[in-house]
C-alpha cells in the first residue's frame, strides 16, 4: 500500500499582508470594491494541498472549487456570494490572488457535473476523477471534526475569476 504523503498544517492567512493586497486592488478597481466585503481563505486543508492548488489558480486552469457547507458552518464563516471577493493565500499564508466569485450552485456530490470537474482544473479533469478527489477529501476533512461524510451533503459548487493581480491568471 503506498504511504500517504505528509500533511503540514496549514499557515494562518497573513491578514497584514492580505489587506495590503486589498487596497493595492480597491486602488486599481474602485468600482469593483466600491463596498465590497472580502474573505481571506486558503484551498484545501494542507499546506502542501493549498500550495498545488493556489498553483493551479495562478499558472493553470484551475477556476473553480467545491466545499461542503459543513465546513463553512463549522468555522463560522457565511457561505460565498456571487459577486463577493476573496483573497486567497498560499500553503504559507501569503495572499496569492483576489478572487471574485462567478457563479454558486449548492447540491450533492453526485450533482457535479463534467463542465464543473474540468473548471476545477484538478487531476485529470474529468468527473470520475472529481468525484473520487473530493469524495476522498470530504471524508479526511469531515473525520477531522469528528464527524462522517455522506454522499447527501450539500456540496457548494463556486466558480470564480482571478480578479488580481494583474496578468496572464486573470
Keep these: 500500500?503506498?504511504?500517504t504523503p505528509p500533511r503540514t498544517p496549514?499557515?494562518?492567512p497573513d491578514a497584514a499582508a492580505a489587506e495590503e493586497m486589498w487596497t493595492a486592488y480597491a486602488a486599481a478597481h474602485p468600482e469593483a470594491a466600491a463596498g465590497a466585503e472580502h474573505v481571506v481563505e486558503q484551498f484545501g486543508d494542507s499546506a502542501e494541498l493549498a500550495e498545488e492548488l493556489i498553483g493551479l489558480v495562478l499558472h493553470g486552469p484551475k477556476r473553480a472549487t467545491a466545499a461542503l457547507v459543513a465546513?463553512?458552518?463549522g468555522e463560522g464563516q457565511p457561505l460565498p456570494r456571487i459577486g463577493g471577493?476573496?483573497?486567497a493565500c498560499?500553503?504559507?499564508g501569503v495572499p496569492r490572488a483576489v478572487l471574485r466569485t462567478t457563479e454558486l450552485r449548492l447540491g450533492p456530490i453526485g450533482s457535479v457535473d463534467d463542465a464543473f470537474a474540468r473548471d476545477e482544473g484538478e487531476g485529470d479533469r474529468t468527473r470520475a476523477d472529481w468525484l473520487a478527489g473530493h469524495r476522498r477529501?470530504?471524508?479526511r476533512t469531515c473525520a477531522a471534526r469528528g464527524e462522517r461524510f455522506t454522499d447527501d451533503q450539500d456540496v457548494v459548487f463556486e466558480r470564480f475569476?482571478?480578479?488580481w493581480p494583474?496578468?496572464?491568471a486573470g
Excluded: N, Q, S, T
Aim: hydrophobic letters at 45%; aromatic letters at 16%; glycine letters at 8%.
Design 90 to 92: 498560499d500553503g504559507a
Design 166 to 168: 494583474p496578468g496572464p
Design 137 to 139: 477529501y470530504f471524508e
Design 10 to 12: 496549514l499557515a494562518p
Design 1 to 3: 500500500m503506498p504511504e
Design 85 to 87: 471577493h476573496w483573497i
Design 161 to 163: 475569476r482571478v480578479v
Design 71 to 73: 465546513d463553512f458552518v
